[in-house]
């Protein structure tokens, strides 16, 4: 277990050291008159990074401050459209291994086929123009109401806004729900499609095991073997492969918060490269890929722990 921790630790070490030397390299790049030799400059470099003054915006704010202010903002929306990704995935998942080739089976397959075909933008694209547009249910950018004065505490909207219960009570927190609902919507499809496929693929190979069927023999009930020992098995593979597409994921996030105007990291970041702030861009990219190292890393150590022969095996 130990060795499992220090290995993890090593390899997101490593990953970062690669991202400041992928990020020194944009810098050098976009620095046109450099003065400094580049061992000098790479030395300075890492040296701004360690202190945590990543240096200031065009505006005159503090990086770092800027980015975790709207930090998140992001984590909300990334989390919720995992959340939905699994809540969705699992059940359509396990509807299709135990109902195979069956209709259940084969509207399950076509919407994950659908889900991994048409781009984010397309379906954001749609969905505005149908929820907010045609049936004004939606609405279509912002995380709340301009009328509501909500002071940001944690800076979860969700949760600010039932903070602020006294003075607003349950409506801001239902209107900061509806605002979240589209982008989170749009942003979980892939994750579902992906979730609804891999559940159901691990699931009808662990049905079919001879375990299962002795078990099915000796007179466990169906739901007991599906939700019980069936899922147990197929947990870590699960985890592993969405673990794979947390990267794409942040993409689809920079997507949603342009489309939706979304106040996050991303959208800032992409407000930044507009006006040509490129530093402030390179050091926010860090900040963001660092993250995703670190949640790479913890996703590998759940998924590890999930499974017995790989904790074994470390």
Sequence with gaps: MTASVLRQVVLMLGNIIGVIVLCFLFHQFLEHQ????????????VRTIVSGELGMTQDGAPIVQE?????????????????LAFLIGIPAGVMAATQRLRWPDRVVEIFALIGFSLP??????LLVLWFSLELEITPVSERIGFFYDIEPVTGFILIDSLLAHEKYGIEAFLNALLHLLLPVAVLAILPTALVTRVTKTYLVSVLSSDYIRMARGQGFSERRLVWKHGLANIAAPILQIF????????TGVFLI????????VSAWLLERVQVGDYDTVIMGGFLLASLLVVVNALMDSISTLAEPRRRRAR
């Design 34 to 45: 450099q003065q400094l030799p580049w061992w000098q400059s790479l030395w300075q470099f």
């Design 67 to 83: 980015f975790f202010r709207r930090l998140p903002a992001t984590i909300e929306l990334w989390v919720s459209a995992i959340v």
């Design 120 to 125: 984010v933008f397309w379906w954001a694209l």
């Design 243 to 250: 673990s794979l597409q947390l990267s794409s994921l942040f």
């Design 257 to 264: 918060e342009a489309i939706f105007s979304w106040p996050g």
